[in-house]
């Protein structure tokens, strides 16, 4: 298979001392135009920013397998490339790496090489090799998400350490991912960057001006139905509080018999709802409708929530979240919501009850929610916190190497 053509876009001449920054980012999350293209937006016009993006040209996804949104237009920055090894075994998508990119990154020859991966996956191999061997005093940027810090087995760990040694800055979604970096050898400048929210998709429905009084508390639940996410707690949860509540849930997994074999154990099943998966527009509507969002992820030996970027999305729609206390979760949740521990379905259950004689509390939890995303959780704010990281990383000049 070879590299499709790409659509190129207008914008001054490659190279020189005085023209723009040329920065090359690399991302499987780019497949999603609203998760991983839209954050860039702000600095496409820029005289002294010339930016292209590489994504996958397939993806696999919660084991199926996912057409990548098509670049727009006036997205001819964006070059889908095809991979190898998509889905592979129980790596998963960490041993993906892209056909044609020796190719790409020669024709472009960036300046600075922003990756969106973590540093011992495949990919991140594969970028590190071409850069040193077709354009070494290009720096990479390293953008990660992993906050559990565990030895990995061989080569990963290996791979790591290497990537770690010749970056020239991380770019980390909490302050736990920067430790772990941290902990396997990297030692040079770091700074944190958010999600950004589309505001046009995610946005309160249009009567939440003047809700009317409920006689049910609706929560709900959008992800993946894994045990991991604390969604059999919330069932339990249910069952214990004394207002009634229904829960309504968006997602898909292999936990869906547990959670409505459980709900009937409990005698909650006809409180309980489960949809699956919808397009952003159906993702929406649906946390528009709710009271409340909850996110009650368990941590494990090998689970701690990264961010929960579902938090933000039910919060620009106006939905507060109530938030268990694994990893980002209490940090993102902010003050649109509550933090309650982990696995205490009867704490849950208290706040469900204050919640339901409480509807001034929700109103208030909801503005709030509202407030912290627009302050927040912005696609501006990506982008600052993304150049930031470039302008550093090329002043450093050349690769960083830790002898």
């Known amino acids: 298979m070879t590299a499709p053509a790409t659509l190129r876009r207008a914008g001054p001449d490659r190279g020189g001392a005085t023209g723009p920054l040329q920065v090359l980012c690399i991302s ?10 839209l954050r860039y937006g702000s600095l496409l016009d820029r005289t002294d920013l010339r930016l292209d993006l590489v994504m996958p040209n397939r993806w696999s996804e919660r084991g199926r397998w996912l057409a990548p949104d098509p670049p727009h237009p006036d997205e001819g920055w964006v ?15 960490h041993l993906h790496h892209y056909i044609g990119l020796d190719r790409l990154v020669r024709a472009l020859r960036p300046q600075v090489i922003h990756l969106w991966q973590e540093p011992w996956s495949l990919v991140s191999l594969q970028v590190l090799r071409l850069r040193n061997r077709l354009c070494p005093q290009a720096p990479l940027v390293l ?22 040694r010749q970056t020239s800055h991380v770019l980390a979604r909490s302050e736990e991912a920067i430790r772990v970096v941290r902990a396997c050898g990297y030692g040079g400048p770091a700074g944190r960057i958010g999600y950004g929210v589309d505001r046009s998709v995610f946005r309160p429905p249009e009567q939440a001006a003047g809700r009317p009084a409920r006689d049910v508390l609706t929560v709900g639940y959008v992800g ?15 069952s214990r509080a004394a207002a009634p509540v229904r829960l309504a849930i968006m997602g898909e997994g292999p936990f869906r018999a547990s959670l409505t074999a459980k709900a009937a154990a409990l005698g909650v099943s006809d409180r309980l709802r489960i949809l699956p998966w919808g397009s952003p527009d159906e993702v929406a509507a649906f946390m528009g409708g709710l009271d409340v969002l909850a996110l009650l992820t368990r941590t494990t030996d090998t689970v701690r929530e990264q961010f929960g970027r579902v938090i933000i999305e039910a919060q620009a729609c106006g939905t507060p979240v109530i938030g268990s206390g694994s990893g980002a979760i209490g940090d993102v949740v902010g003050e649109g919501g509550w933090t309650v521990p982990e696995r205490a379905p009867g704490a849950v259950a208290a706040l469900l009850d204050r919640l339901a004689g409480q509807p001034a509390e929700l109103e208030a939890a909801r503005a709030q929610a509202l407030r912290q995303v627009g302050e927040r959780f912005t696609f ?11 302008r550093s990383a090329a002043a450093l000049g050349g690769c960083r190497r830790r002898e």
């Open 28 to 37: 499987h999350s780019a497949t999603s135009r609203i998760h991983g293209r």
């Open 143 to 164: 953008e990660v998400d992993q906050n559990l810090h565990k030895r990995l087995p061989a080569p990963f760990e290996q791979i790591r350490r290497g990537v770690l």
């Open 380 to 390: 501006a704010g990506q982008a600052a916190s993304l150049e930031r990281a470039w």
């Open 79 to 93: 070059h889908a490339l095809p991979i190898r090894w998509a889905r592979a075994g129980p790596a998963t998508w």
């Open 224 to 238: 993946r139905l894994i045990e991991e996410k604390g969604v059999g707690d919330l069932i339990e949860a249910i």
